[in-house]
T-cell receptor, first 112, second 114 residues
Framework: GQNIDQPTEMTATEGAIVQINCTYQ??????LFWYQQHAGEAPTFLSY????GLEEKGRFSSFLSRSKGYSYLLLKELQMKDSASYLC?????????????FGGGTRVLVKP | GAVVSQHPSWVICKSGTSVKIECRSL??????MFWYRQFPKQSLMLMAT?????????EQGVEKDKFLINHASLTLSTLTVTSAHPEDSSFYIC??????????FGQGTRLTVV
């Protein structure tokens, strides 16, 4: 099975930086995804890492270390609209359909 | 990016009735679709993996006779919640994957059983 852990909640100030950590344990790792989900809406894709290193996309960056089973999502220049849940998901190549397993999500609250 | 359309966005039904939710991939062929359920303030829980032309693979603890999944074409999968009860009230989300990397999510369906 898989075990994916991420903090439950984080609070940050507008304009600041927040780092959301995700640790995972899986036997058939085949990629890690980060999604953003606003309340009552479906998740939207943010980033994908399959190799070690940092992927930067505008204000959002995602890092992966496969040997450590660790990833983080970095949100820079926080805006009020960034208040949402951020979901870490791991793909298992040994599972039917290369399914994604989601962590519990991290609720980020951005304050003025 | 690819578009996945899920319908309806919300539905209210009486206890004991059945509800069908559709998930369509609009601009790509989805060989695999996934159905998730999400309770308030919780993460997405995978219910089943649906492959075109074959039986769905259900996750442990998900009743296959209660949650009927049909994936008859490469662009359409349906989830039918049979004999719905108030505890089935939840946010149901589908995602579709083509041969490439990521899966795309539908808009979600909020089911309320009264």
């Amino acid at each position: 099975g898989q075990n994916i852990d991420q903090p439950t909640e984080m609070t940050a100030t507008e304009g600041a930086i927040v780092q959301i950590n995700c640790t995972y344990q899986t036997s058939g790792f085949n990629g890690l995804f980060w999604y953003q989900q606003h309340a009552g809406e479906a998740p939207t894709f943010l980033s994908y890492n399959v190799l070690d290193g940092l992927e930067e996309k505008g204000r959002f960056s995602s890092f992966l270390s496969r040997s450590k089973g660790y990833s983080y999502l970095l949100l820079k220049e926080l805006q009020m609209k960034d208040s949402a849940s951020y979901l870490c998901a791991v793909r298992d190549q040994r599972a039917a359909g290369n399914k994604l397993t989601f962590g519990g999500g991290t609720r980020v609250l951005v304050k003025p | 990016g690819a578009v996945v359309s899920q319908h309806p966005s919300w539905v209210i039904c009486k206890s004991g009735t059945s509800v069908k939710i559709e998930c369509r991939s609009l601009d790509f062929q989805a060989t695999t679709m996934f159905w998730y359920r999400q309770f308030p303030k919780q993460s997405l829980m995978l219910m089943a993996t649906s492959n075109e032309g074959s039986k769905a693979t259900y996750e442990q603890g998900v009743e296959k006779d209660k949650f009927l999944i049909n994936h008859a074409s490469l662009t359409l999968s349906t989830l039918t919640v049979t004999s719905a009860h108030p505890e089935d009230s939840s946010f149901y989300i589908c995602s579709a994957r083509d041969q490439a990397t990521q899966a795309f999510f539908g808009q979600g369906t909020r089911l309320t059983v009264v």
